[in-house]
């Protein structure tokens, strides 16, 4: 009995598994700091632009320097400092994560879009094209992600009694919200980081994005369509038609979902705080200081209203959505560490230099698509968003500068690659909770994705070259 015990541990395959988001960057901090005494120091020279305000890399003056490698107490200390130095971030995001726990718990989201499915019953085509441009916006515009999640188990209902998959039910939520997450015209968590470690001003160039958001959100919606009626007109077309594993769909979740006059004033103050939100940032140049007021006034008003007036109830859920992005906020502060440790070991223009010398050679399209694809590939390894931005940004707006790309195409590639990727990338929390909650195997989804990425890079590709050429008439 032994000797078989034995045998069955054997062979028994050791799975491996992927390292967390947050265990990868520490590992990145240490790697970091052993390419210190690897890499040679190197700077160049910098000049402040008046016109805008921000430091500019002098091409062609790299010199390399004394090398300055980081031992373990500086890999050690470096955390708390990439903490403090990204504590604007930071605070702005627990701010966001706050007031959205306030509106999802208020249930007017739900409520509204519980009702477009009632109204829309017989006309199915048109309910995916509205809930999809809803998520979009809610994406381009706040910043939504994890906050689609309660949605799709509502969703999944609907599309499931309205004769299509589980797939189309995930697009709709997510490839929906990715559509405008992605371009981001006022997205404060991809487009407002970025800008803000660029020197950029914030949500400058919305004209550009919002081109790039509308036509990504045409080829998402068009893609959705094409395989939903596909499925509907034959169930045999699905991608899991040879699923013997289905979830059950709790069609009670649509129930008990009215649309009260409540519900109808909190999607109105919805409404009024994303045009406040575009005026400010347009007319006056709000930053993350004013926007995250506006956030705040929001939260209270709405939770006030939802709660009726027990601001202990507010508190409690504003406190309870903060701590839902506690991860996020500190894994923006370990991405910044491994800055301050390329920083204090002076092997951040030597990188620069090293990417940016083959780049150079480029015409300026194509190394705006060197950047964009390289965006795609460290997506894979950094799917979190705001540690992305925090990561790459000063590099990315660095080489900008070296190889005379304006430093708003480096924030455009940056986007794009991190947002449209998500939809293939197997370590993107947001995707895989969704295809867990809807029971669709990620070989299934990648079927369906993969090609709507493809898509989504070609016009990607075209939107970066237009905004190479405005570089001419005062994109930035």
């Known amino acids: 009995m032994e000797q078989h015990k034995q045998g069955e541990n054997k062979n028994k395959k050791v799975k491996l598994k992927a390292p967390t988001t947050t265990a990868l960057l520490m590992l990145m901090i240490v790697l970091v700091a052993i390419l210190t005494y690897i890499v040679p120091a190197g700077q160049y020279e910098r000049v402040l632009d008046e016109e805008t305000g921000r430091d500019l890399i002098v091409a062609d003056s790299f010199a390399y320097t004394e090398s300055t490698p980081v031992g373990p107490g500086g890999v050690l200390a470096s955390v708390f400092n990439g903490i403090v130095g990204a504590a604007e971030i930071i605070a702005f995001v627990l701010i966001v994560g706050g007031v959205f726990g306030v509106i999802v718990k208020s249930g007017a989201i739900n409520a509204a879009l519980a009702r477009l499915i009632e109204r829309l019953k017989g006309r199915e085509s048109l309910f995916i094209v509205i809930a999809m441009t809803a998520f979009a916006v809610g994406g381009a515009t706040f910043g939504m992600a994890e906050e689609t999640l309660p949605f799709v188990a509502i969703v999944l209902a609907a599309t499931i009694a309205m004769g299509y998959d589980r797939i189309v039910a995930v697009s709709i939520v997510v490839v929906g919200v990715y559509a405008g997450y992605s371009a981001g015209p006022l997205n404060p968590f991809n487009v407002g980081i970025a800008q803000a470690i660029a020197g950029l001003p914030l949500f400058s160039g919305i004209g550009l994005r919002t081109v790039l958001m509308i036509g990504g959100l045409i080829i998402a919606i068009h893609h959705t369509l094409r395989y ?249």
């Open 228 to 476: 939903a009626k596909k499925v509907r007109l034959d169930p045999k077309t699905s991608l899991l038609a040879d699923e013997t594993h289905e979830v059950e769909t709790d069609v009670t979740v649509l129930d008990n979902l009215t649309m009260t006059t409540r519900h109808k004033v909190i999607m109105g103050i919805l409404g009024l705080s994303l045009i406040a939100l575009v005026f400010g940032v347009l007319r006056y140049g709000w930053y993350l200081g004013e926007i995250s007021a506006l956030m705040l006034l929001m939260g209270i008003v709405v939770g006030l209203l939802a709660f009726k007036g027990n601001f202990n109830k507010f508190t409690d859920e504003f406190m309870k959505g903060a701590a839902e992005l506690t991860a996020a906020a500190l894994i923006i502060g370990l991405s910044r560490a491994i800055l301050v440790v390329m920083e204090q070991g002076q092997i951040i223009d030597t990188l620069v230099f090293a990417i940016s010398t083959p780049l150079a050679g480029l015409h300026s399209v194509y190394a705006a698509w060197g950047m964009y694809m390289s965006q795609g590939v460290i997506n894979f390894i950094i799917p979190s968003s705001t540690g992305q931005a925090a990561v790459v940004m000063p590099i990315m707006s660095s080489i900008s500068d070296v190889i005379g790309i304006n430093r708003q195409i480096a924030v455009q590639a940056f986007q794009s690659g991190d947002g449209y990727w998500n939809m293939i990338t197997p370590t993107h929390p947001v995707l895989m909770a969704a295809l867990g909650i809807a029971a669709v195997p990620f070989g299934k989804w990648l079927r369906f994705a993969g090609p709507l990425v493809i898509k989504w890079t070609i016009w990607t590709l075209i939107i970066l070259a237009i905004g190479v050429w405005m570089v001419g008439v005062h994109f930035n």
